[in-house]
């Protein structure tokens, strides 16, 4: 694997230097982009899976190709069979044997979604998402990742009491902490909501209370529909108020004719750019996967949170 032989080739070139320069602080860690070959798609993604199973349907070759075959973020929201650590080893593994880079979604934190309630639930205590959240870093390790840490869990305050609110902000700094320490050679972002949502400095304030300089950065429009110049814009006022040095992640699946100002699987929206390393934000990322419903609503009322639907994929495909 590329990035193995990278940091063979780096620790040699180490040990031949003269022993008064080794004992120098510890070097900055790698960028996972430089240790790895592009993006990983995943195979058993929800879109995948489907078609896998429903291959003599007529949209099955279209899904496959617009999403399907596309690197989409997994999600990891509690439950996980066999536990956290053995499910995120295994992906990033998988990943990482083909010198791929994930794109990996901690979505447990307590209350989550208190404002939305169609994907409530997360860890049940504070000491239980600790835990959770301290092994999720600890599997990813020193392979190449990227994190999106807990979408919405910095915008939806106003559903939360003070105490709720300053025990987030803790176990949000706590996984911040946790990716910093045990899993060196990850861009992990804290989520900032989306341009219509938070005002930047409200959301800069928040980021520093949540531990932001001990990560990558944070990231925006997190299953939303923004487009990326003005999520770009959201993402630089940010940056600004933060004093700038940080770094932000653009969620571009489904932003292609942009917002109006629905939230839950509304009509008329559009596959945005596939991941690519951005301009001026580092990534544009398919975070939400395109087709997975946001609850039952919208268009789709009959749709759970989290369920591919190909009709919701096929509209967004078209546009329509």
Sequence with gaps: MRWNAL?????????????????????????????TSGFYSNPDSGPAVWVRNNPSDARAARIQSSIASQAIARWYTGGES?????????????????????????????LRDACGGHSSGGAASVAAYRTWISTFAAAVGDRPAVVV??????????????????????????????????????WAYLDAGHTNWV?????????????????????????NFYTTGSSETYGNSINSALGGGSHFAVDTSRNGNGSNGEWCNPAGRKLGVTPRVGTGEDLLLWVKTPGNSDGQCGIAPTVPAGQFSPALAVRLIDGT
Excluded at 8 to 31: C, D, F, K, Q
């Design 7 to 35: 940091l063979r080739t780096a620790l040699i070139g180490l040990l031949a230097l003269p022993l008064p320069l080794m004992t120098a602080g510890p070097a900055a860690a790698a960028s996972p982009i430089s240790l």
């Design 82 to 110: 066999g536990g956290i650590g053995p499910a995120v080893a295994n992906y990033v593994g998988a990943a990482d044997s083909h010198d791929r880079l994930p794109v990996l979604v901690a979505y447990n934190i307590p």
């Design 199 to 223: 005002a930047p400095a409200t959301m800069a304030s928040r980021l520093k209370s949540a531990g932001v300089a001990n990560v990558r950065g944070f990231s925006v429009n997190v299953s």
């Design 149 to 186: 840490i807990e979408p919405d869990a910095l915008s939806d305050f106003s559903c939360l009491t003070s105490a709720q609110i300053t025990d987030r902000l803790a176990m949000l700094a706590y996984a911040a902490q946790m990716f910093q320490q045990k899993a060196p050679n990850t």
